[in-house]
């Protein structure tokens, strides 16, 4: 099986910057994209950004734009979320996804394969 997991949450005060990777493993994904979730505690897991196979292509939500960087590394299977000028309200449990089926993807259903999480937490 597909299995994807994620690393580099931690603590971290406002204004600062994380870096999130998340590796795949089982298979390759050779034109689909990959993407980064987030959910908090009541609330629905939703969409922070996505990218197509080639890098090409990014999309993210209106409310990490500007601070927050999707890349990945084909060559090691890993996909990249770098967060700087982090909020208190970026805190939250963030998943990879990865889909087969979709060049580009912002919703959860379009992805097919998640990772664990890993919490980030942002201190005033």
């Known amino acids: 099986q597909v299995q994807l997991v994620e690393s580099g949450g931690g603590l971290v005060q406002a204004g600062g910057s994380l870096r999130l990777s998340c590796a795949a493993s089982?298979?390759?994904?050779?034109?689909?994209?990959m993407g980064w979730f987030r959910q908090t505690p009541g609330k629905e897991r939703d969409f922070v950004a996505t990218i197509n196979w080639s890098g090409g292509i990014t999309y993210y939500a209106d409310s990490v734009k500007g601070r927050f960087t999707i890349s990945r590394d084909s060559a090691k299977n890993t996909v990249y979320l770098q967060m700087n000028s982090l909020k208190p309200e970026d805190t939250a449990v963030y998943y990879c996804a990865a889909t087969i089926r979709f060049t580009i993807a912002t919703m959860r259903a379009q992805y097919d394969y998640w990772g664990q999480g890993t919490q980030d937490t942002v201190s005033s």
């Open positions: 089982g298979r390759t994904f050779s034109s689909y994209a």
